[in-house]
């Protein structure tokens, strides 16, 4: 059985930054305490029901380290019960506003190895401007915590295009990053989500040129560092790449348990509704509607997520799967774009760092 990747949403935040539009919200420790026994109980029903085994555990948010230790041991525990966990990958997202040495100790002894936390930017007059918590030295403080606890496997998440920000804030991010000891790091353009404060506040952000030109910075500044790119947003030094995101990259299944979660699996895709008190009751996952475009383990569905990576679409990886090459047409569609947005040879097709900041658009004339 090819083992899956486990995900566990945790809706928890202190507050919420004015550009987020995950579902999160402030719950006092009665809330946490029923729905950690939520989680527990659905693990348990979906291995009873599937006999699933994982290799990645993710737990996500929100603000998954909100939790506290016991909790957290807790559900790795579980997981390990209900999936196995041989040899995973075990990630927790945490903020670094928050006192983290006890937590990342419990995370660690329970066989968690792995950390991601929103660095975002490197200077705290930028954090104060995207609304964050947090302090430059309160990340350094929650980076040294993690090496205490025995985390060698650290990924701090930086944003791009933000308003006033320069390609010397952007070098200047991704040197606190180095040096904070990151193995990995996402790095991703600001968007402006509907409903969410950002969006109704005249913000004075860079234009498509300039977002694009810190973007190529940031790749630039990174790859200068070690931080090599293998997906759109991703980068990482030392082969340290997430192996829970390759996942969804592969198009491989993943089981997401927990209020707004989602999943890909045997077949399907289906999600548990943005409702903690429901998911606490019991409501179980609802069938998401079928892309008629690139359906469930369709070849046009792999194909799109494949093109996010670096690597791209192989032909080695596209007749593994399907038993064919690479459709002919691609290939000539493919052909027909500059080389500095798309290469087509021998190997498959695979976008430059300058066509990522096009993907949609190319992905739209290839597919």
Known sequence: MTPIGLYLHIPFC??????????????????MDAYVEA???????????THAVADTLYLGGGTPSLLGGKRLA????????????DNAEITLEANPAERLDDTFAAFTAAGGNRLSMGLQT?????????????TVAQAE??????????????????????EGQT??????????????????????????????????????LPTDDQAAELYLTAVEALAERGFAQYEISNFAKNGEVSRHNLKYWNSDEVLGIGAAAHSCYAGRRFAYPRDAAAFIRGNRPLDEPTDAIAPVGSETEY?????????????QGFADRF????????????????????????DGIRLTPEGFLVSNAILAHLL
Request: positive net charge.
């Open 14 to 31: 202190v507050s919420k930054c004015p550009y987020c539009d995950f579902y999160s919200f402030a719950a006092d420790e009665e809330t």
């Open 39 to 49: 989680l527990i109980r659905e693990m348990a029903r979906w291995s009873r029901d």
């Open 74 to 85: 807790r559900l790795v525990e579980a997981a390990r019960q209900a999936f196995g966990l």
């Open 122 to 134: 490197g200077t705290d007059a930028a954090l104060q401007r995207l609304g964050r918590r947090h």
């Open 141 to 162: 403080a929650a980076c040294d915590a993690a090496r205490r606890a025995g985390i060698r496997r650290l990924s701090l998440d930086l944003m791009l295009a933000l």
């Open 167 to 204: 390609e010397q804030d952007v070098r200047h991010s991704v040197a606190v990053v180095d040096e904070l000891g990151a193995t990995h790091t996402s790095s991703y353009l600001l968007k402006i989500e509907p409903g969410t404060p950002f969006a109704t506040r005249p913000l004075q």
């Open 303 to 315: 194909a799109m997520l494949r093109l996010r990576l670096c690597e791209g679409l192989t032909e």
């Open 323 to 346: 038993g064919h090459p690479i459709p002919e047409n691609w290939r000539k569609k493919a052909a027909l774009l500059p080389p500095s947005l798309v290469t087509a040879d021998a």
